[in-house]
């Protein structure tokens, strides 16, 4: 669930001060690996709420297009940005489960299933195709028939399959990744991304890109999907009922991130220009700004597309913990998808003293009510 470049779109480089080396984003844009404390795999329970939040719309669009296809002896299934852990199984899981239960159902042969996991080259796949035993033999133990998993590395935001191959496709919580930073990004020295304090130009720059690379995106799968294919896909987006696009609420992971930086920066362990030379290559759309860029891009056609509720301190507290705990296991979620590249810019020797910093900002805002970001939950058939 990180960003995806390709070698047509020249990727940013973030420069060390003092070792003139540089540090390209694409190396860096990817989830922590392992299975440690600090991990992804270890810090992921909101994203598999989102997961569980989306099988509705996942499981419905897989059963229509099995019956759209006339019940396809072969299907061909694309995870991207599989990142990993035990969530990279969760949505292959489903798919598989609903083909061979609606064939079963129907009196139906169940097809033999591919399912490729797609993530850049730098993702740790050894994590998750460990689990691939494990994903097996639980579909054995169903009787859920053939099923093939393999690893194909590379950008979303390039050619990853072969043309008229892919009959589904699914991405949870990537595409609000863009493929770089915006470029002229100025006077916006003290925050990480878009806030309340942003110019205008901010908020143009950072749509303009999500528009050419969503746009992007949408041409390429249209190429490598058949007609009548499916994709689900969900965003970390916001909602429409502020009209401000600047206006982000105090508690917005990348606000208390800024906050945190500028800490750091105040008591002389991060310098201001270091600081004012970093930016997340991240934008979360609202409903519009999708339909938009789906109309104009004109491959696809609009099944569903919800909004659901955001609330990353939610799934701590179901697991009754109390507000110490919630804070820094929430500093923990956003470590895990930032750290990478925290470190490649920043260095490694300030990632603790940042994120205990962003705990308390966490704590400082903890009764904010006025939330923007929410869940959005697409699914599209290819024309």
């Known amino acids: 669930m990180d960003s995806r470049f390709n ?7 973030y420069i060390d001060e003092k070792s003139g080396d540089e540090y390209a984003v694409v190396k860096a844009l990817h989830m922590s690996g392992g299975d440690g404390a600090n991990s ?50 969760f949505a292959i899981s489903e798919i598989v489960n609903t083909i061979n239960v609606l064939c079963q159902k129907l009196n139906q042969n169940p097809p033999e299933i591919d399912c490729c996991l797609n993530d850049l080259p730098e993702n740790d796949f050894n994590t998750t195709f460990k689990l691939v035993p494990f994903f097996k033999k639980e579909l054995m133990m169903t009787n859920q028939g053939s099923c093939f998993v393999n690893g194909t590395p590379g950008s979303f935001y390039s050619r990853l399959f072969s043309r008229n191959s892919l009959h589904f496709v699914h991405s949870s919580y990537s595409l609000h990744w863009l493929s770089k930073v915006p470029e002229k990004l100025e006077n916006d020295t003290e925050n990480v991304y878009i806030s309340n304090s942003s110019p205008q130009s901010t908020y143009k720059a950072y749509l303009n890109q999500f528009q050419r690379d969503f746009t992007m995106f949408l041409t390429l799968r249209s190429e490598e999907m058949v007609s009548n294919g499916r994709m689900v896909l969900t965003f970390n987006g916001r909602n429409t009922l502020n009209s401000d696009p600047l206006y982000r609420d105090c508690c917005h992971f990348w606000t208390l991130l800024s906050n945190s930086l500028c800490d750091l920066v105040f008591e002389g362990l991060v310098s201001e220009s270091k600081l004012g030379a970093f930016n997340v290559p991240f934008y979360d759309p609202n409903e519009q700004e999708l339909k938009e860029v789906i109309q104009n891009q004109g491959s696809f056609e609009i099944n569903d597309l919800e909004t659901h509720g955001f609330d990353r301190a939610h799934s701590k507290r179901d697991n009754g913990e109390d507000n110490y705990d919630a804070r820094y296991n929430r500093a923990k979620s956003v470590r895990a998808i930032a750290e990478p590249m925290l470190i ?7 990632i603790d003293t940042l994120f205990d910093k962003y705990a ?4 400082q805002h903890a009764n904010c009510r006025n939330r923007t970001s929410v869940t959005l939950v697409l699914a599209l058939t290819k024309k």
């Open 7 to 13: 070698d047509s779109v020249p990727s940013l480089r």
């Open 40 to 89: 992804y795999s270890a810090n992921s329970l909101f994203q598999r709420r989102v997961l569980s939040m989306a099988k509705p719309v996942l499981v419905k669009n897989t059963e229509e297009m099995m019956m759209n296809l006339n019940f396809p002896n072969y299907i061909k299934v694309a995870e991207l940005g599989c990142s990993s852990g035990q969530n990279t199984f």
């Open 344 to 350: 490649a810019h920043f260095g490694e020797d300030i």
């Open 360 to 363: 308390r900002h966490v704590t």
